[in-house]
């Protein structure tokens, strides 16, 4: 069978560079799932993109779909024959659906039934013919965020200027917002020009030829290779952000690495002011010394060649000059206001008109903050430092430099703190507080930092479900998600043996007193604890935790995080080994059992009737007392199931639904004190053993 190669470009006005990579790799999924889709097979298929394009190259795709020869099921053969012999409607109407006659059908017993079977034959037909559908590929592909043009009603990233779709040496026609399919494509914009591609193999080559890299991994090598070009000859390290670098990679067709410098003095400014106005406004690589001292030097990469360097670096300096100035004018600005000043500027901002001011929130996150301190007994000193973080926390928010760099929102607490003559461990703390600021960010390292974050968090998710606003979907305004999985991963590296629930009761108690919350406490609560075991379910998860396991140790209340994790990491040792399908089932009889029991009391063994309930009880309440003094989980686990013995005993001669209604109670009572001290541990019951 003849194979050709097929080239899809859609060329487009300058995208957004954070949606490039994505773009091409759905268009790439796309079209790959369609040749999948339509039996046409091919030898690879290889995604390109820059910012004015989105490419994928097919090689060797057959030029016909391949045959398909299948066999289909049908109905059961008394429903396919009448009582006369002959086909019923069933039997005509499946064959018709399968493109047959009834002459086709055959019949095979398939379990002890007889079923209608026919073979057919599907010709496959010409690529070529179904190549327009890749139109529909195109006007399918989403965005972030989508535009309207002129009066064309496709919404897509930007305006599409030209499309290729050439099947070997053909153009496949169709047209998207009236524009054709061609072979035509453009070169760089100010360096290249258009260019015809006469097949698909020729257009890498073809567009470096205009001065486009078109392969956006080879574009970013090249540009860390120059980056590392330029730190061997001067003998700097230029630390490479990988996010700023894919960011880099994605502005630029033709990229040219280069640097510039700017005048010590700004030097003077924190570290984090200056790599922020280079990085995040400019897009340009700080400079460092073999020491780690940041250099009066940036590193900047143009869209273009080597001409003219040394003026593309004056204009760039220009451009830092004016930004690094306007800086250093709010740093010093800002040192001349006290914190007692700033802090009353909060009373004044609107953290949310249905939640309150900014000052409104301080006040619950230094409430919590200290409900937390005492739930872990903190020492006085940290415990202090946590309260006046707290106080504190959000002072930087009304500063000049947080209000032009939002980024810094932390960062200059500190720093305008220690300058205020606040303790370390207080500005540290105000810093730390937004950690994790993403999925790569670690989370606090000091006690009153990590307390304060775990308020300030708590806080923000018991006021937005307070008025209803409840992450759905990929809806998640406020990064609930992330400041959830911040908290948990907080418990988790402090090792901090406090219940969730008490913190989350806690959180909504101080919401309930502001008046935010617009539904009963309660259903707040519960809408809370059942978000916060999803966060906990995908921590697990990514720990290779079974399902069911996952769903036995969230089963029961969210106490300590760190023990409910380490429960679920024994049970996961403890699953394949010997004995552990009779352990779980003589536990979890004990959990069914007891949800039979309508009132719960007190334990009374004067209605005891044999030795095999004073001996489950007797084991029953060495178990609970050595529980308390458990070293481990793995611990805890070996006590529970060491009940094995004396439950499959209790069972075997005790009748827990007695005749006498006061021995069933009896019993009843004595299953669910039982069952709670096994569940504390897992729900044993939700676990599946074969």
């Not at 039934?113 to 179904?130: P, R, S």
């Not at 897509?156 to 499309?163: A, D, E, S």
């Not at 061997?232 to 033709?254: A, C, G, K, M, S």
């Not at 202090?384 to 504190?392: F, Q, S």
Request: hydrophobic share 40%; proline share 3%; aromatic share 8%.
């Amino acid at each position: 069978m003849t194979k050709k190669d097929l080239l899809l470009e859609i060329g487009l006005e300058e995208m957004p560079a954070r949606f490039v990579t994505n773009s091409m790799n759905q268009l790439s999924d796309k079209v790959q799932a369609w040749l999948l889709e339509k039996n046409i097979s091919f030898e690879n298929i290889q995604a390109y993109s820059s910012p004015r394009r989105l490419a994928v190259v097919v090689e060797g795709m057959n030029e016909t779909q391949e045959d398909i020869h299948e066999e289909a099921k049908g109905p059961a053969k008394k429903i396919a024959l009448n009582d006369e012999g002959n086909w019923t409607k069933a039997a005509i109407g499946f064959c018709r659906g399968q493109g047959v006659s009834t002459d086709n059908i055959y019949f095979k017993e398939i379990n002890g039934v007889e079923y209608v079977h026919v073979n057919k034959f599907i010709k496959g037909q010409e690529t070529k013919a179904l190549l327009p559908e890749l139109q529909q590929i195109i006007s399918a592909l989403t965005f972030p965020k989508n535009m309207k043009w002129a009066d064309k009603e496709l919404r897509f990233v930007r305006p599409i200027k030209w499309i290729i779709a050439l099947f070997g040496n053909e153009v496949i026609p169709f047209e998207i917002t009236e524009v054709k399919t061609a072979n035509e494509t453009r070169g760089h914009r100010f360096l290249g020009k258009n260019i015809k591609i006469n097949e698909a193999k020729d257009y890498v080559k073809a567009l470096l030829g205009q001065y486009v890299i078109v392969d956006a991994a080879e574009r970013k090598e090249a540009i860390r290779s120059q980056l590392s070009r330029i730190e061997e000859d001067q003998n700097w390290v230029i630390p490479i952000d990988e996010d700023l670098l894919e960011e880099v990679t994605n502005l630029v067709e033709y990229p040219t690495a280069l640097y510039g410098r700017f005048e010590e003095e700004y030097l003077d400014l924190p570290d984090e002011v200056l790599i922020t106005s280079m990085k995040e406004h400019q897009r340009y690589f700080p400079v460092k010394s073999q020491e780690g001292a940041l250099l009066p030097y940036f590193v900047t990469v143009r869209n273009g060649g080597h001409e003219h360097l040394d003026t593309v670096a004056r204009g760039n300096e220009k451009v830092l000059r004016a930004r690094l100035s306007d800086a250093d004018f709010f740093y010093k600005e800002d040192q001349k206001t006290e914190i007692n000043t700033s802090l009353k500027k909060l009373e004044k901002i609107v953290y949310h008109e249905e939640i309150g001011t900014l000052a409104e929130k301080v006040g619950r996150v230094r409430s919590l903050t200290n409900k937390l301190s005492d739930l872990l007994a903190l020492n006085s000193e940290d415990k202090a430092a946590a309260d006046r973080a707290a106080e504190i926390s959000k002072f930087d928010l009304v500063s000049n430099m947080v209000y032009e760099f939002p980024e810094l929102q932390g960062f200059m607490g500190e720093k305008y703190a220690l300058q205020k003559g606040e303790e370390e461990a207080v500005a540290k703390a105000i810093n730390e507080h937004y950690m994790p600021r993403n999925a790569e960010d670690g989370t606090p390292s000091s006690v009153p930092g990590a307390v304060l974050s775990i308020a300030e968090k708590m806080d923000t998710i018991a006021s937005c479900f307070a008025i209803g606003i409840i992450p759905s979907g990929s809806q998640d305004p406020y990064a609930l998600r992330r400041q959830a999985a911040g908290i948990v991963q907080i418990l988790l590296d402090q090792e901090w043996e406090v219940s969730l629930e008490d913190l989350i009761r806690a959180a909504v108690s101080l919401t309930a007193e502001a008046n935010i919350n617009k539904k009963d406490k309660q259903e707040i609560e519960e809408e809370m604890i059942s978000f916060f075991k999803l966060r906990i379910k995908y921590s697990l998860q990514e720990k290779h935790i079974r399902y069911d396991l996952i769903d036995a140790v969230l089963g029961h209340h969210l106490d300590s995080i760190p023990s409910l994790v380490k429960r679920a990491e024994v049970l996961n040792q403890e699953k394949d080994a010997e004995g552990f399908k009779g352990n779980v089932e003589a536990l979890s009889r004990i959990i069914n059992i007891s949800s039979k029991a309508e009132v719960v009391g007190e334990i009374n063994t004067a209605l005891f009737e044999n030795d095999h309930e004073q001996q489950l009880y007797e084991k029953f309440l060495s178990v609970k007392e050595n529980l308390q003094k458990a070293s481990s989980e793995k611990d805890a686990y070996t006590l529970l199931v060491s009940l094995k013995h004396e439950i499959d005993d209790y069972f075997e001669h005790t009748m827990v639904m007695a005749d006498n209604q006061a021995i069933k109670e009896n019993r009843l009572s004595f299953m669910a004190h039982l069952a709670n001290m096994i569940k504390s541990f897992a729900n044993m019951n939700q676990i599946l053993v074969k």
